[in-house]
């Protein structure tokens, strides 16, 4: 069976500090790759997505994620947190063969202003 | 446009009783999906309809269950609940006939169970 694995399950920083979530999953076959998060009292919401062509993709607020389809990851990243990055962070994949889509575990980050 | 609603927001039920939750996807989105989330589990999917047809289901028993209208609205259903029931009902929808992943979510109806 298909599954997503995300290496942090919380995450300290402090404002400034470099951000990298890492995200694997187990599937051979066509993947579209997501980044999803959830703000304090929000919604789930797109952070950024992979679905073909350039593996560097860059999403809302700063962020970016690498797709390395050698090692079946794709993993977070961010300069330059902010407090306001303060959230739970998903990293999803979707079969396409299937369409079904697949969550992590999920990653707490707390950034410290 | 409104975004995915999701009815009621908070409820409260005992073991045995049964649950019917409401979503309200995104006008013009025909696919919606379901997910439960918890703190132990994370998000875990429930199943997709498109076209008031189930097209993909997760590794839930049979207590869940649900049905799409021909509006494109969902409801979810719960029968016999137990305590580790208890969770954050997630709605999602998607524009598309092909399901690529990218969602739309609600806000979630979170269910206790006592």
């Known amino acids: 069976a298909q599954s997503v694995s995300q290496h942090n399950h919380h995450v300290i920083l402090s404002e400034a500090a470099s951000l990298e979530l890492g995200c694997n999953y187990s599937?051979?076959?066509?993947?579209?790759l997501f980044w999803y998060v959830q703000y304090p009292g929000q919604h789930l919401q797109l952070l950024l997505k992979?679905?073909?062509?350039?593996?560097l993709v860059k999403g809302i607020k700063g962020f970016e994620a690498e797709f390395i389809k050698s090692k079946f990851s794709f993993n977070l990243r961010k300069p330059s947190v902010q407090w306001s990055d303060t959230a739970e962070y998903f990293c999803?994949?979707?079969?396409?063969?299937?369409?079904?889509?697949?969550f992590g575990q999920g990653t707490t980050l707390q950034v410290k202003p | 446009k409104a975004g995915v609603t999701q009815t009621p927001r908070y409820l409260i039920k005992t073991r045995g009783q049964q649950v019917t939750l409401s979503c309200s996807p995104i006008?013009?989105?025909?696919?919606v999906s379901w997910y439960q989330q918890t703190p132990g589990q994370g998000l875990q999917f429930l199943f997709e309809?498109?076209?008031?047809?189930?097209?993909n289901k997760g590794n839930f028993p049979g207590r869940f269950s649900g049905r799409q209208f021909s509006n494109s609205r969902s409801e979810m259903n719960v029968s016999t609940l137990e305590l580790g029931d208890s969770a954050l009902y997630l709605c999602?929808?998607?524009?598309?006939?092909?399901?690529?992943?990218?969602?739309?979510f609600g806000e979630g109806s979170r269910l206790t169970v006592l």
């Open positions: 999602a929808s998607s524009p598309g006939q092909e399901n690529t992943g990218e969602l739309f």
């Open positions: 599937y051979g076959g066509t993947v579209n």
């Open positions: 992979y679905f073909s062509g350039d593996p």
């Open positions: 999803a994949v979707n079969q396409r063969a299937t369409g079904k889509l697949i």
């Open positions: 006008s013009g989105h025909r696919s």
């Open positions: 309809y498109f076209s008031e047809t189930q097209r």
